[in-house]
């Protein structure tokens, strides 16, 4: 099941004891809900101290008292996406029994995250790898994290796989990892522009990829995973 921004971002909040730090926190998490869905479609270049501060309806001392300057509310932001990101994509993928359906749930989850637009702007991973490939600076040192996580936690689950005996071990992790993140680049600007067919077509491309690189027990013959 989808999680929100709001709730992901709240879920810990309660557990604060002290009356002032909880609010605080709350009123925190309820900013950078709105930010994060502001960057999804207008870029993390699009966030700034006015701006959200009339969005939320505080005052623009408030909110720099919360963040600080406007690098500090995007670094904020950005983290707050990824967080969100692994809520809905990763943990509930990584409950998988093997590596090979854990890899396919990386796969299959992150379309269904784009899908059901847990952001209006799509994958704002990969909105702020666009944004920022070229803009020097300590957002894009930050943006470049999440990156090679995603990147590196997809190459691992397939050497495990590769490891169980489930994955063939003659492929090139390397470009399964660089298809995958293809198509997926693909897949969310289409998503964007309702371009149905490409989504899809990106969606059953990167399944098949996986699912052709697989090596069936002989219990179980050539289902797939």
Request: proline residues 3%; positive net charge; contains cysteine.
């Amino acid at each position: 099941m989808a999680m929100k921004p709001s709730e992901v971002l709240t879920r810990s909040v309660d557990s604060i004891e002290d009356g002032r730090r909880r609010r605080g926190a709350r009123t925190r998490a309820a900013i950078l809900a709105r930010a994060v869905a502001i960057a999804s479609t207008n870029g993390l270049d699009g966030l700034t101290i006015g701006g959200l501060a009339e969005e939320m309806g505080l005052s623009k001392g408030n909110l720099r008292m919360l963040f600080g300057d406007k690098e500090a509310v995007q670094i904020a932001t950005l983290d707050a996406a990824v967080k969100v990101f692994a809520e809905n994509v990763v943990t509930p993928a990584l409950a998988g029994k093997s590596s090979v359906r854990r890899l396919l749930a990386l796969c299959d989850g992150w379309y269904e995250y784009v899908e059901r637009r847990i952001f209006p702007g799509g994958c704002v991973l990969y909105g702020t790898m666009s944004e920022y490939r070229a803009r020097p600076g300590k957002v894009r040192v930050r943006v470049i994290h999440p990156r090679n996580a995603w990147n590196g936690l997809r190459a691992r689950t397939a050497r495990d796989a590769q490891r169980s005996g489930d994955l063939d071990s003659k492929i090139d992790v390397g470009q399964l990892v660089f298809e995958l993140t293809a198509y997926q680049s693909t897949a969310n600007a289409a998503a964007l522009l309702d371009d149905q067919r490409t989504f899809n077509r990106a969606r059953r491309s990167s399944r098949q990829r996986i699912v052709n690189a697989v090596i069936h027990s002989h219990e179980e013959g050539n289902q797939t995973p």
